[in-house]
């Protein structure tokens, strides 16, 4: 049973591109999440899916950021426009319940 | 809002010590606690979830306390052992949404061979 795979584990963009983020979550989860660590900071929330709706949005940026759970696929986390502010550790967790979350290796978003 | 402090920030101690990483929370209003260790490169794993009526979890050599009255976790690592060498992280769930962990800034932890 594969964990939660996220890719791609660095992803390096000039700023005013669009970044593509890929979670894919364990085997039978239908609660994906996505949060965001910036440098030196701890871990923030940013939006909570499940297969096909988004839950809670709260804290995703308004401007720029998307998310999206697809009845088939991976969960997809868009970033448009990129600037500097958004090179962080993007983490994707899953759960079964929505309680224990199993967290991904994240993937490491560097804006140039 | 909750704020989430963790003591010590770092800490080095050579290999077969018993270890205690402590965590406090402002806000007892708590749906549950985490407990996780970040590897450099190796994202995130969950180690121990107490429920906010439960005291204690243990696997293996790890145990967590929770105290949600007085606001405080704590981590025990028995027989610590180099492989245990990460960043601990504490981060308890809201009541309303259990998914808004607030981390806290972690431990960094360094067992010496």
């Known amino acids: 049973n594969a964990g939660v795979m996220q890719n791609p584990r660095h992803l390096v963009r000039r700023r005013g591109q669009e970044a593509r983020l890929r979670c894919s979550p364990m085997k039978g989860h239908s609660h994906v999440y996505w949060y965001r660590q910036l440098p030196e900071e701890g871990l923030k929330f940013m939006v909570y899916?499940?297969?096909?709706?988004?839950?809670?949005e709260s804290g995703m940026p308004k401007e720029r950021f998307s998310a999206e759970f697809p009845k088939e696929g991976p969960s997809i986390l868009r970033i448009q426009q990129v600037v500097r502010g958004d090179s962080a550790a993007y983490f994707c967790?899953?759960?079964?319940?929505?309680?224990?979350?199993?967290f991904g290796s994240g993937t490491q978003l560097s804006v140039l | 809002k909750q704020e989430v402090t963790q003591i010590p920030a770092a800490l080095s101690v050579p290999e077969g010590e018993n270890l205690v990483l402590n965590c406090s929370f402002t806000d007892s209003a708590i749906y549950n606690l985490q407990w996780f260790r970040q590897d450099p490169g190796k994202g995130l794993t969950s180690l121990l979830l107490i429920q906010s009526s439960q005291r204690e979890q243990t696997s293996g050599r790890l145990n967590a306390s929770l105290d949600k009255s007085s606001g405080r976790s704590t981590l025990y690592i028995a027989a610590s052992q180099p492989g245990d060498s990460a960043t601990y992280l504490c981060a308890p769930g809201t009541t309303n949404s259990n998914y808004q962990l607030i981390w806290g800034a972690g431990t960094k932890l360094i067992i010496k061979p």
């Open positions: 967790a899953s759960s079964l319940t929505g309680a224990k979350m199993f």
């Open positions: 899916l499940q297969k096909e709706n988004i839950i809670d």
